[in-house]
């Protein structure tokens, strides 16, 4: 019997979900109504969602706008380029931080390089849309505040076993003033914590302190240890990872501004010059990405630590550190993981303006290349089989492409007409070398390798290596013989593309030239012509695309086969049918048909030409050709000046804006009349605006329908198939296609226009807007070519650009040092000129003194960092600029200085020195241009003292404030007051003394009183400004600028101390002890005076009268016994008194005690009574309500 | 601080070189002003143009050498506010109205100019009529607001005698809008203003009777004002003219102005003569086309390099000399280029002569006087 009980309990019965009956019908029920609570909720408690009140609802409702509209930024433009420019990772930290280890670890990491000595930026190709430059910030305050305004993220390496350093506050703080870059921490030493706890709070702390200094939430970086003096390379990896997805903000002064961050110097001054005067000024060429905005030619740059310097030359040139081309994979393969580092000595291949740097390590070298000559004369001298006799003797001129080539003979008068088009084959492989350079270089390549010609005629097409050599040498030559030639090319050239002398050309040539003699032997660098580099220089501006493209083409050595343009074919054929002509004169009379086609050709042509025309007519050959050849001497004296007609006409006529074209059209015309019909709304409509086709498509949109009223039915589709003809062609096809995605595309419209647009806020419209900008600002110039573009927009960021520059500083070329960074910024459209600058500024909580009136500061403002000696004020409530003696410690005030104009809302900040490094925090203050102008008004105030000398009532003469009748006229009626408040007027000057006065006052002067005239003296701005030229001094000392001292600091250094004057020393303060008079009130008065007011003790008592003064008392001995005994009577009574007292207290207390007891015994009593009778009564109580219950149970 | 300046010869396009100076703050140098001349030198209506620039701005350096023949040019900073100029009746207000035009956006304070002088001259353009076109050009590039006003005021003077009185204000911008303007839209209606001073009032209906007869053809939503004027509110010689604007629905304004030639200088010109041949420069003004009139060509060009850095766009007709001289100056003193496409007129359209597109990347220039608080 247990056992099975025991088996029973074992498996219990499980629980049966009921299915049927009540229970489970409550259920369900109950779920159902779970599910419509949501809905029912409203239903089954509308009080709970009741509007309570209206205000408050309106109130939640602003809130929650409000905090939607908050989230809100003003949309921008998105400017940024397609192809951006490397990143600039800045790094930064306190010296032995290991920030060195940090860019070796992750160029390491990105690229599987070494880099054994870091200077300057490093550029790699970090992946597929990205590239980073990385460079290291040392500790100077200059380089900090150069690389914070180019930075786009910083690295900020923290040494976690010190914690922070001043200068980790200082950066943060220079680079909230120039625009906030990203910002990632990275914790190193943390290896450097024994203790694991210890270690965890470290980091929580720096971790917290950090988001407080950057935002909540910024990301920091562990570096936990070294090994082997490397990060470790999982963690380096990570941070790689987070490099290369992070996202930027614009900031406003960087998209605003084009900046070069140089990162490689040539130094191009005439070494002829430089031998001359080793001092002398320095054309330098600066390369580095562009970024920011379109730099434009002839921009002024400022070069933070050098100066401002206008560009004579901008060109951009192939990117040395491309991005890998689009392919869809995933990773780079190591040919596209490259490394740039000019400064550093690393990087592939070098572009310079005119030559192609090849660097290539030791093994690569080809021997064949080695075993010739490297110089390319004597190459060219080598393959050179012909005297130059005979070869001037073969030589041919070509006047166009595949035209005719005149020879020696030609001249002589044999007009000798060959076939152009059979030497076309010929021509081709000459094309493919030199392209069109054949303005200049034409009869040079005739004479130089005729020989070649003709070998080529019988093999099309290849092209031997010496042959190549000789292009080089052929341009070369070209150079000297080709110019005359010009001219006659000149005469015939029939497209205005051919106008232009391109002296481009020319100079390139010789510069070509001179390479072949620098290239070295020895050395393992290559020099190569620039193979197509696309450089586009001052002179081609001018030029047509075409001229450009024939530059680039004229040195190319692997350019593919010439592209024959219409233009050419178009010229070839026209010279063709003059030859013909020539020929067959007397051929028949309806020659003209036969070229109708090409004639309508060329007539096309000549339209396309239109647009170039145009661009020709602005901003072509500009320059009217001087009248100097009219001025005709005279017997050597005199000059005959015949105004130019022309000239002067230009030049001095009248400035007007109408346009008064040469001839009116006739108007009287019909057929004028008509050709502007069309311009009116009552003209002849465009297709898709047209009133009748809009109808007509609505009509086909809708399609058929029915009147229901009149039950007539509309077909929308039988006109279009009634208007098709019977024979669909796969044309109409097409159409019908189109059309079909027309009224799709209109009926989206309308439905978007109707659904969507419907709620579209302000703000949706405005970033729609701006989106269509962006992609207008995009496309527009996408499909032209470089060279081209860079005319209208000016250079890209993004762009690898090359700036000469003029006149640099010798400093700069020898006392360069990498380590510095050379940012070239440049200057908007006035931003080169100085003016004064209002500020709002503050000083900085941190720095631990305040700031000094006049005193110089270095201000780090845009791109500049100069010495100013600002002026601070503050406003008064009447809008007067007060000057200040210093700044006030805890406020903003206003500083005037005279500096560069700079665009308001621009941040800045000042230090007091960039010499000294110190423990304490070096930034004075910062602040916000405010206001540009070429005056200030500060006034300061200046209290005039005054005397007076004569005083009647109110009147009162005063002297020694002015000194002539002139100028108290100047302040008549001005108000005056005196020390003591008593305020009055100016009225007149007196005669004498000189500049005395009557002022008349509210109250009668004393003659002690002194009378002040508040006025106030406009003060000037000291005009200084003087750039910090840090980059100037030698290496090693770059840190140790100088400029103008305060005067706190010369009076240190001279060892002069102010002297006081006697008057303003403080002395001690000397009372004399006061003395009052009796204060004495009338008999009458005191009378009238309440009792409470009157006098009472005041007055002395004075003697007592005789009569009041009581004789003394002298007893009798007698009477003396009696006293004494009463006086011991009474002695005993008050003892035995005090005694009985104490008993009877004594008495009273133990009273007190007994009835005490008493009352805590009856009260027992009394409680037990109660006690047992609410016993008695409960139980009574129980009883009856028992009897009561059995009662009822009985009842039920 | 070297900013480099510029040079040029001659007085032509005298108020371009200045007005670009001012705004891109580089120095400019004038050389050989008349210098062939045998009245050498400036003119007393330049004279006068200089001393209105003087007065918006603050800093200006002016020097001009003994003769007047070379002037040097250091421009200030636009303050703006009010003032008030005698314009050097040689030249109407319109001359010195057109440089305010380019400059008035860019002050401290929004700028309200009093000019008196000569309101109407045949040479060059109206109040009138860069009220009516000009002013809106402003409001397409965000210029526009309540301050934004120019109008004759009280009195109307004809040269050579002048006697009128105009103020332009204009309100402050510290950025202009990138605008795309390719499409000029058809012309819906043409208003005009037939004004007459000192003469008989009829010379004004005259005009209008006359100019219609032209236009009536095209379109029926024509109204000519008139606005004769009398006593002191006419000046101090006696002259008509008329004004014509062509609105398009797009909301351009194409005009043409005709005036009588100043009181004993060149023919006179009977008001119906004048009234048919305005009516005729205004048809090959639409002959011209495009959405900016020739004279405005410059206002527009010159708000577009002034914009952000973004592409704007305008279609234009034939650019006249002085817009083209105007490029050339504007890349010369901001380095911009415009991309110029001509739009030669399509075979079966009826929409006048050919247009031509032109393109421009802005300078991204911003107002630097403009103060921030």
């Known amino acids: 019997?247990?056992?099975?009980?025991?088996?029973?309990?074992?498996?219990?019965?499980?629980?049966?979900?009921?299915?049927?009956?009540?229970?489970?019908?409550?259920?369900?029920?109950?779920?159902?109504?779970?599910?419509?609570?949501?809905?029912?909720?409203?239903?089954?408690?509308?009080?709970?969602?009741?509007?309570?009140?209206?205000?408050?609802?309106?109130?939640?409702?602003?809130?929650?706008?409000?905090?939607?509209?908050?989230?809100?930024?003003?949309?921008?433009?998105?400017?940024?380029?397609?192809?951006?420019?490397?990143?600039?990772?800045?790094?930064?930290?306190?010296?032995?931080?290991?920030?060195?280890?940090?860019?070796?670890?992750?160029?390491?990491?990105?690229?599987?390089?070494?880099?054994?000595?870091?200077?300057?930026?490093?550029?790699?190709?970090?992946?597929?849309?990205?590239?980073?430059?990385?460079?290291?910030?040392?500790?100077?305050?200059?380089?900090?505040?150069?690389?914070?305004?180019?930075?786009?993220?910083?690295?900020?390496?923290?040494?976690?076993?010190?914690?922070?350093?001043?200068?980790?506050?200082?950066?943060?703080?220079?680079?909230?003033?120039?625009?906030?870059?990203?910002?990632?921490?990275?914790?190193?030493?943390?290896?450097?914590?024994?203790?694991?706890?210890?270690?965890?709070?470290?980091?929580?702390?720096?971790?917290?302190?950090?988001?407080?200094?950057?935002?909540?939430?910024?990301?920091?970086?562990?570096?936990?240890?070294?090994?082997?003096?490397?990060?470790?390379?999982?963690?380096?990896?990570?941070?790689?990872?987070?490099?290369?997805?992070?996202?930027?903000?614009?900031?406003?002064?960087?998209?605003?501004?084009?900046?070069?961050?140089?990162?490689?110097?040539?130094?191009?001054?005439?070494?002829?010059?430089?031998?001359?005067?080793?001092?002398?000024?320095?054309?330098?060429?600066?390369?580095?990405?562009?970024?920011?905005?379109?730099?434009?030619?002839?921009?002024?740059?400022?070069?933070?630590?050098?100066?401002?310097?206008?560009?004579?030359?901008?060109?951009?040139?192939?990117?040395?550190?491309?991005?890998?081309?689009?392919?869809?994979?995933?990773?780079?393969?190591?040919?596209?993981?490259?490394?740039?580092?000019?400064?550093?000595?690393?990087?592939?291949?070098?572009?310079?303006?005119?030559?192609?740097?090849?660097?290539?390590?030791?093994?690569?070298?080809?021997?064949?290349?080695?075993?010739?000559?490297?110089?390319?004369?004597?190459?060219?001298?080598?393959?050179?089989?012909?005297?130059?006799?005979?070869?001037?003797?073969?030589?041919?001129?070509?006047?166009?492409?595949?035209?005719?080539?005149?020879?020696?003979?030609?001249?002589?008068?044999?007009?000798?007409?060959?076939?152009?088009?059979?030497?076309?084959?010929?021509?081709?492989?000459?094309?493919?070398?030199?392209?069109?350079?054949?303005?200049?270089?034409?009869?040079?390549?005739?004479?130089?390798?005729?020989?070649?010609?003709?070998?080529?005629?019988?093999?099309?097409?290849?092209?031997?290596?010496?042959?190549?050599?000789?292009?080089?040498?052929?341009?070369?030559?070209?150079?000297?013989?080709?110019?005359?030639?010009?001219?006659?090319?000149?005469?015939?050239?029939?497209?205005?593309?051919?106008?232009?002398?391109?002296?481009?050309?020319?100079?390139?040539?010789?510069?070509?030239?001179?390479?072949?003699?620098?290239?070295?032997?020895?050395?393992?660098?290559?020099?190569?012509?620039?193979?197509?580099?696309?450089?586009?220089?001052?002179?081609?501006?001018?030029?047509?695309?075409?001229?450009?493209?024939?530059?680039?083409?004229?040195?190319?050595?692997?350019?593919?086969?010439?592209?024959?343009?219409?233009?050419?074919?178009?010229?070839?054929?026209?010279?063709?049918?003059?030859?013909?002509?020539?020929?067959?004169?007397?051929?028949?009379?309806?020659?003209?048909?036969?070229?109708?086609?090409?004639?309508?050709?060329?007539?096309?042509?000549?339209?396309q030409q239109a647009a170039p025309n145009l661009r020709k007519h602005v901003y072509g050959t500009g320059k009217v050709s001087e009248c100097q050849d009219l001025e005709a001497e005279l017997g050597g004296l005199f000059r005959v000046s015949r105004p130019e007609k022309s000239k002067t006409n230009l030049a001095d006529a009248a400035d007007c804006s109408r346009f008064h074209p040469d001839s009116l059209h006739n108007w009287d015309l019909e057929e004028m009349l008509h050709s502007i019909a069309d311009c009116f709304v009552t003209g002849k409509w465009e297709e898709w605006q047209d009133a009748a086709t809009l109808l007509k498509q609505d009509e086909n949109l809708y399609g058929d329908f029915e009147d229901l009223e009149t039950g007539e039915v509309h077909n929308g589709d039988d006109k279009d198939q009634e208007t098709q003809p019977e024979d669909v062609k796969v044309d109409d096809e097409t159409q019908k296609k189109n059309k079909r995605l027309e009224k799709k595309r209109r009926l989206k419209e309308r439905f978007d226009a109707e659904y969507d647009d419907g709620d579209a806020t302000y703000f949706d419209d405005l970033k729609e807007e701006m989106q269509i900008q962006a992609e207008l600002n995009r496309t527009e110039f996408e499909s032209m070519d470089d060279a081209t573009r860079v005319q209208y927009e000016g250079f890209r960021p993004g762009m690898y650009v090359r700036l000469e520059i003029a006149a640099l500083p010798c400093e700069f070329v020898t006392n360069f040092d990498p380590h510095y960074p050379v940012i070239l910024g440049g200057l908007g459209s006035s931003e080169g000129n100085v003016g004064y600058l209002q500020l709002r500024l503050k000083k900085h909580r941190w720095y631990h003194r305040i700031l000094k009136n006049r005193d110089p500061l270095i201000v780090s403002l845009g791109w500049r960092r100069f010495q100013a000696m600002p002026l601070y004020h503050i406003e008064d409530h009447n809008g007067r600029h007060r000057m200040l003696k210093y700044t006030p410690q805890h406020m903003h005030c206003g500083a005037s200085i005279w500096g560069p104009i700079t665009p308001q809302g621009t941040g800045f900040l000042a230090v007091q020195s960039v010499s000294e490094t110190k423990a304490n925090f070096r930034i004075a203050a910062t602040g916000v241009v405010l206001e540009l102008d070429k005056s200030v008004t500060l006034v300061k105030k200046l209290k005039l003292i005054g005397y007076p000398y004569k005083i009647y009532k109110n009147t009162s003469f005063i002297k020694g404030m002015f000194n002539t009748v002139l100028e108290v006229a100047k302040f008549e009626g001005a108000s005056v007051r005196t020390v003591s408040g008593v305020r009055g007027q100016i009225k007149k000057a007196l005669s004498t003394p000189a500049g005395a006065y009557r002022a008349t006052f509210e109250d009668r002067l004393l003659m002690s009183d002194i009378v002040f005239l508040r006025t106030w003296y406009p003060v000037a701005v000291p005009q200084l400004y003087n750039p910090v030229t840090s980059l100037l001094l030698p290496v090693g000392q770059k840190e140790n600028w100088s400029g103008m001292r305060t005067v706190g600091q010369l009076k240190h250094d001279l060892g002069l101390h102010y002297k006081p004057k006697p008057d303003s020393v403080y002395k001690p303060v000397v009372r004399a002890p006061r003395h009052f008079n009796r204060l004495n009130i009338p008999r009458q008065l005191q009378k009238a005076l309440p009792f409470k007011s009157k006098p009472k003790q005041d007055q002395g008592k004075g003697k007592t009268p005789r009569d009041l003064i009581r004789p003394t008392v002298v007893r009798e001995p007698h009477e003396r016994k009696v006293a004494a005994l009463l006086d011991a009577l009474s002695t005993v009574h008050s003892y035995q008194s005090k005694k009985a007292r104490g008993a009877q207290r004594l008495k009273h207390k133990d009273f007190l005690q007994q009835r005490e007891k008493q009352e805590g015994e009856k009260v027992k009593r009394q409680k037990e009574a109660k006690k047992k009778l609410y016993r008695m009564m409960g139980q009574q109580e129980n009883k009856s309500q028992r009897s009561s219950l059995k009662g009822a149970s009985q009842d039920g | 601080m070297t900013s480099h300046g510029l040079e040029y010869e001659g007085c032509n396009f005298f108020r371009q070189r200045l007005v670009l100076s001012t705004l891109s703050g580089k120095r400019v140098r004038i050389k050989g002003i008349r210098s062939r001349d045998d009245n050498p030198g400036l003119r007393d209506f330049e004279a006068s143009f200089i001393r209105l620039l003087d007065k918006v701005t603050n800093g200006t350096k002016i020097e001009i050498n003994q003769t007047g023949t070379v002037l040097f040019y250091q421009p200030g900073l636009l303050l703006g506010g009010t003032i008030e100029h005698d314009c050097n009746p040689q030249r109407s207000i319109g001359y010195y109205l057109e440089g305010l035009l380019m400059l008035a956006a860019f002050m401290k304070t929004p700028l309200k100019a009093t000019l008196k002088g000569v309101t109407n001259d045949p040479t060059d353009p109206s109040v009138d009529l860069l009220k009516t076109t000009a002013l809106p050009l402003l409001k397409q590039f965000g210029i526009d607001g309540d301050g934004l006003e120019m109008k004759v005021w009280t009195s109307r003077g004809m040269a050579p005698g002048g006697g009128g009185e105009v103020i332009f204000s204009c309100p402050i911008r510290r950025t202009l809008r990138p605008v795309q303007l390719t499409e000029p839209g058809k012309i819906k209606r043409i208003r005009g203003i037939a004004y007459s001073v000192r003469v008989s009032p009829q010379m004004a209906n005259r005009i209008v009777d006359s100019a219609r007869s032209v236009i009536n053809k095209f379109i029926p939503d024509i109204y000519i004002y008139t606005d004769h004027l009398k006593g002191a509110n006419s000046g101090k010689s006696p002259g008509f003219g008329l004004v014509l604007a062509a609105e398009t629905q797009k909301g351009f304004f194409l005009s043409a102005e005709l005036s009588s030639a100043p009181q004993g200088q060149g023919p006179t010109i009977l008001p119906e003569d004048l009234g048919k041949n305005c009516a005729k420069l205004l048809l090959e003004e639409i002959h011209r086309g495009g959405c900016v009139d020739s004279t405005n060509q410059s206002l527009a060009l010159l708000f577009m390099t002034l914009g952000q850095q973004d592409v704007s766009k305008v279609l234009l007709g034939p650019l006249s000399p002085y817009t083209v001289e105007f490029l050339r100056h504007i890349r010369d003193f901001f380095q911009i280029m415009f991309k110029m496409e001509a739009k030669p007129p399509l075979e079966d359209e009826r929409k006048g002569g050919e247009k031509v597109l032109m393109t421009c990347v802005g300078v991204g220039f911003s107002n630097i006087s403009k103060v921030t608080k």
Not at chain 1, 82 to 104: E, F, M, N, Q, S
Not at chain 1, 183 to 193: A, E, N, P, Q
Not at chain 1, 212 to 240: I, P, R
């Open chain 1, 1 to 607: 019997m247990d056992g099975k009980v025991k088996e029973q309990k074992k498996e219990q019965k499980k629980h049966q979900q009921k299915n049927s009956g009540p229970k489970s019908e409550r259920k369900k029920s109950r779920k159902l109504d779970d599910a419509a609570v949501e809905e029912n909720e409203h239903k089954k408690n509308p009080k709970a969602f009741a509007v309570q009140s209206a205000v408050r609802m309106a109130k939640s409702f602003h809130r929650t706008q409000d905090l939607k509209t908050k989230k809100h930024h003003i949309p921008h433009v998105d400017r940024s380029p397609l192809d951006p420019p490397p990143i600039v990772v800045v790094v930064v930290g306190p010296p032995k931080v290991g920030k060195t280890t940090l860019i070796r670890c992750l160029i390491k990491n990105f690229t599987r390089q070494k880099l054994g000595d870091i200077r300057g930026p490093v550029t790699i190709v970090s992946g597929k849309k990205r590239r980073l430059t990385f460079i290291e910030c040392n500790n100077d305050i200059n380089t900090m505040i150069d690389l914070a305004k180019v930075a786009d993220l910083v690295l900020m390496l923290i040494d976690a076993s010190f914690g922070f350093e001043m200068e980790t506050f200082e950066f943060l703080n220079i680079c909230q003033v120039h625009g906030f870059p990203r910002i990632m921490g990275v914790l190193t030493h943390l290896d450097s914590f024994k203790n694991n706890k210890q270690l965890r709070t470290a980091k929580k702390v720096l971790k917290h302190r950090f988001w407080t200094e950057v935002y909540q939430g910024a990301k920091l970086f562990y570096l936990s240890g070294m090994v082997y003096g490397e990060y470790q390379a999982q963690e380096v990896k990570n941070l790689g990872r987070f490099i290369s997805v992070i996202k930027f903000r614009p900031l406003a002064w960087q998209t605003s501004h084009p900046y070069v961050f140089a990162d490689r110097m040539e130094d191009l001054t005439d070494p002829e010059t430089l031998r001359l005067d080793q001092k002398c000024d320095r054309t330098v060429s600066l390369y580095g990405y562009l970024r920011g905005t379109y730099l434009k030619k002839h921009t002024q740059v400022h070069i933070p630590g050098v100066g401002d310097f206008s560009v004579a030359d901008v060109g951009f040139l192939p990117d040395p550190c491309p991005l890998p081309d689009t392919k869809r994979k995933r990773t780079l393969n190591e040919k596209e993981r490259l490394l740039y580092a000019p400064m550093s000595g690393v990087g592939g291949v070098v572009y310079d303006k005119d030559a192609v740097y090849i660097d290539l390590p030791r093994g690569h070298v080809d021997r064949e290349q080695e075993s010739r000559p490297t110089t390319e004369l004597v190459r060219s001298l080598i393959d050179t089989h012909a005297t130059l006799d005979a070869k001037m003797a073969s030589s041919k001129v070509s006047l166009f492409r595949g035209s005719a080539t005149i020879t020696d003979t030609d001249v002589e008068g044999d007009q000798q007409l060959e076939d152009g088009e059979d030497e076309e084959g010929g021509d081709d492989e000459e094309g493919g070398d030199d392209g069109e350079d054949g303005d200049d270089g034409e009869d040079g390549e005739g004479n130089s390798d005729m020989d070649e010609a003709e070998a080529s005629t019988e093999q099309p097409g290849k092209l031997t290596e010496p042959q190549r050599v000789q292009t080089g040498k052929r341009l070369k030559m070209s150079v000297d013989e080709g110019e005359p030639k010009v001219s006659e090319t000149l005469a015939f050239a029939d497209s205005e593309d051919d106008l232009e002398l391109s002296k481009e050309d020319l100079s390139e040539g010789e510069s070509a030239a001179e390479e072949s003699d620098e290239e070295d032997s020895e050395s393992e660098q290559i020099e190569t012509k620039a193979a197509g580099s696309a450089f586009c220089s001052d002179e081609e501006w001018t030029d047509d695309e075409p001229d450009v493209e024939s530059t680039m083409k004229s040195e190319g050595m692997e350019i593919p086969p010439p592209k024959t343009t219409e233009k050419d074919l178009k010229k070839a054929k026209a010279l063709e049918i003059k030859g013909s002509d020539q020929a067959y004169e007397t051929d028949g009379a309806l020659r003209w048909k036969d070229d109708l086609q090409q004639k309508a050709s060329e007539v096309f042509l000549k339209h």
